[in-house]
C-alpha cells in the first residue's frame, strides 16, 4: 500500500518562503513520479511541479518557474517543494500525489490524470 504523507503549510507574507515535504511509502521500485498540485475551490486542481524518482527529472508549472524547488531525500523518502518568493495568489490547498509505475503516457508530468495516489493536502496561504 502506497501513503503519502504531507507535512503542515502555514501562513507567510507575500515574499516569504515555505517548504513542504511529503513523506512516501510503500514503493517497490523508484520508477514513479511525485509531485505537487495545488487547488482553489471552484477551480481545477494545478499541477505545480514533479520529479521522477529514479532519474531527478523535474518539471514546473510557469507560474512557479524560478520560484519553487521540488527536491528528494532518497534516505528518507521524502520529496521536498521549497517555495520562495510567494505570492498572494499562490494561496491554495497543496497535495502530494504519485503515479504507479505506469500511467497514461497522452497525459503530461503535471497532469493529474496520470496520478493514482493522493495525500490528504495541506493549506498555504499567502497574505499581501
Known amino acids: 500500500q502506497v501513503y503519502l504523507v504531507e507535512s503542515d503549510g502555514g501562513s507567510v507574507q507575500a515574499g516569504g518562503s515555505l517548504r513542504l515535504s511529503c513523506a512516501v511509502s510503500?514503493?517497490?521500485?523508484?520508477?514513479?513520479?511525485v509531485g505537487w498540485f495545488r487547488q482553489v475551490p471552484e477551480k481545477e486542481r494545478e499541477g505545480v511541479a514533479t520529479?521522477?524518482?529514479?532519474?531527478?527529472?523535474?518539471y514546473y508549472a510557469d507560474s512557479v518557474k524560478g520560484r519553487f524547488t521540488i527536491s528528494q531525500d532518497n534516505a528518507k523518502n521524502t520529496v521536498y517543494l521549497q517555495m520562495e518568493s510567494l505570492k498572494p495568489e499562490d494561496t491554495a490547498m497543496y497535495y502530494c500525489?504519485?503515479?504507479?509505475?505506469?500511467?497514461?503516457?497522452?497525459?503530461?508530468?503535471?497532469?493529474?490524470?496520470?496520478?493514482?495516489?493522493w495525500g490528504q493536502g495541506t493549506q498555504v496561504t499567502v497574505s499581501s
Open positions: 510503500g514503493f517497490t521500485y523508484r520508477t514513479h513520479w
Open positions: 500525489a504519485a503515479t504507479g509505475t505506469t500511467y497514461p503516457l497522452n497525459s503530461g508530468p503535471l497532469s493529474a490524470a496520470r496520478y493514482i495516489y
Open positions: 520529479i521522477y524518482l529514479s532519474s531527478n527529472t523535474t
